[in-house]
């Protein structure tokens, strides 16, 4: 059954801390996606890469968000310092051309 | 841009009913899918529905169905026998055929009455 995974699931870090989110894509998928979930905004695409490319980061804080596919079967989005406004349900999906995307089970950031 | 909008924020359910939950969208390009995600209060988004544009048939999963009306850029999603296990957070969605990005729209927060 292929899944996307998301580590950790939730994370608890004091502000000015880093926090690194890591995901795996299902295998095949060419394009990668990372989302931030908030109730104010909704869900926010912060970048996505296709062939482990970044094509978009527009959505992301570039002074402190940094998103990375070191390999096909590894994505991290990193936040560094991290602030309480960071706070938010953070989501990688993979998808192939034309087809849904899939969605890791999320990752839950509460930054005190 | 690509823009979908979901008009009803929160709607509700008597179990065993049936609720239409509404999605329009707006788009320069013929070919696209659309997709419906439901997000239960685990928050794992799970695909409900899809939709290829060039198919005029309604897609159909058991008690799931839409009514995709192409020309005026509507794409309903309708849920027949509602069960509690429905309660959920409904996203719609939609894609270019040739594109990379999903497009989302605000979602609609779905309660079942038992």
């Known amino acids: 059954d292929a899944r996307v995974t998301q580590t950790p699931r939730d994370k608890v870090t004091e502000m000015g801390q880093e926090v690194t989110m890591r995901c795996q894509p299902i295998l095949g998928h060419n394009t990668v996606f990372w989302y931030r979930q908030t109730m104010m905004q909704g869900l926010e695409l912060l970048a996505y890469f296709r062939n482990r490319a970044p094509l978009d980061d527009s959505g992301m804080p570039k002074d402190r968000f940094s998103a990375e596919m070191p390999d096909a079967t590894l994505a991290t989005l990193k936040i560094q310092p991290s602030e309480p406004r960071d706070s938010a349900v953070y989501f990688c999906?993979?998808?192939?051309?034309?087809?849904?995307?899939?969605f890791g089970q999320g990752t839950r950031l509460t930054v005190v | 841009a690509q823009t979908v909008t979901q008009s009803q924020p929160e709607m509700s359910v008597q179990e065993a009913e049936t609720v239409t939950l509404s999605c329009t969208y707006d788009t320069s390009e013929s070919d696209y899918y659309l997709f419906w995600y439901k997000q239960p209060p685990s928050r794992q988004m799970i695909l409900v529905i899809r939709?290829?544009?060039?198919?005029?048939q309604n897609a159909t999963e058991n008690r799931f169905s839409v009514n995709f009306q192409k020309a005026a850029k509507s794409f309903s999603l309708k849920i027949s026998d509602s069960q509690l296990g429905d309660a959920a957070m409904y996203f719609c969605a939609y894609r270019r055929v040739r594109g990379n990005q999903f497009y989302f729209g605000t979602g609609t927060s779905l309660t079942v009455i038992p």
């Open positions: 999906a993979s998808a192939t051309m034309g087809l849904e995307a899939f």
């Open positions: 939709q290829e544009a060039y198919k005029q």
